[in-house]
């Protein structure tokens, strides 16, 4: 058995490293001197796919984050099962930055959208394993569960793949997907 308490610190740590992470992929060719403001401008422009990367990928951890941090029914001593599960998440949550670049590098190749792709599509079905756990060690069901929210993701992840297979560099916007989040847990009733 370990503290929940325990948990909690690992898992607000590792996000706040990994969102921290994130930002290093925003980086201007090595040895860029700008001869002037268009120089500069033109080189930020084409930042374009790593920032779109960048700002999906924070935003999906930030919003993971809170839903973690909302689940107030979590077992205050979690079992052995419901540790690892927290730690197969965390393992995913670390991969994040590392597929971050990759996608907004080379976001012309529609692998490294399927790498990010089966990122998103884990650390999801990870969470969610997390939240059934829960829900087994307390004996009842947390108002909140965050599996709508997760299970968006996932379906964004995988119509990124399907459009990648089109045009790679259109396939990250399919994660805009997941503003529909609220509506879809409001259209089902469930949370």
């Given at each position: 058995?370990?503290?929940?308490?325990?948990?909690?610190?690992?898992?607000?740590?590792?996000?706040?490293?990994?969102?921290?992470?994130?930002?290093?992929?925003?980086?201007?060719?090595?040895?860029?001197?700008?001869?002037?403001?268009?120089?500069?401008?033109?080189?930020?422009?084409?930042?374009?796919?790593?920032?779109?990367?960048?700002?999906?990928?924070?935003?999906?951890?930030?919003l993971r984050w809170m839903g973690q941090a909302?689940?107030?029914?979590?077992?205050?001593?979690?079992?052995?099962?419901?540790?690892?599960?927290?730690?197969?998440?965390?393992?995913?949550?670390?991969?994040?930055?590392?597929?971050?670049?990759?996608?907004?590098?080379?976001?012309?190749?529609?692998?490294?959208?399927?790498?990010?792709?089966?990122?998103?599509?884990?650390?999801?079905?990870?969470?969610?394993?997390i939240s059934i756990l829960a829900e087994r060690?307390?004996?009842?069901?947390?108002?909140?569960?965050?599996?709508?929210?997760?299970?968006?993701?996932?379906?964004?992840?995988?119509?990124?793949?399907?459009?990648?297979?089109?045009?790679?560099?259109?396939?990250?916007?399919?994660y805009l997907l997941n503003v529909a989040s609220?509506?879809?847990?409001?259209?089902?009733?469930?949370?």
């Amino acid at each position: 058995m370990i503290p929940k308490t325990r948990l909690d610190a690992l898992t607000d740590g590792v996000f706040a490293f990994a969102m921290t992470l994130l930002v290093l992929n925003l980086a201007l060719p090595e040895g860029f001197r700008p001869a002037n403001d268009g120089d500069l401008v033109a080189a930020l422009r084409d930042l374009n796919g790593p920032l779109i990367a960048y700002v999906v990928s924070f935003f999906v951890l930030g919003l993971r984050w809170m839903g973690q941090a909302r689940t107030k029914e979590d077992p205050e001593i979690g079992s052995a099962a419901y540790a690892w599960a927290v730690l197969f998440h965390l393992f995913f949550i670390t991969l994040l930055p590392f597929s971050t670049m990759l996608v907004g590098r080379y976001d012309d190749f529609a692998a490294a959208i399927w790498i990010y792709a089966a990122n998103m599509v884990a650390s999801s079905l990870a969470a969610i394993r997390i939240s059934i756990l829960a829900e087994r060690e307390t004996g009842h069901r947390p108002e909140h569960t965050g599996r709508i929210d997760l299970t968006v993701l996932a379906a964004s992840a995988l119509l990124s793949v399907a459009i990648s297979f089109v045009s790679p560099k259109l396939a990250m916007w399919a994660y805009l997907l997941n503003v529909a989040s609220p509506f879809v847990r409001k259209w089902t009733g469930r949370s």
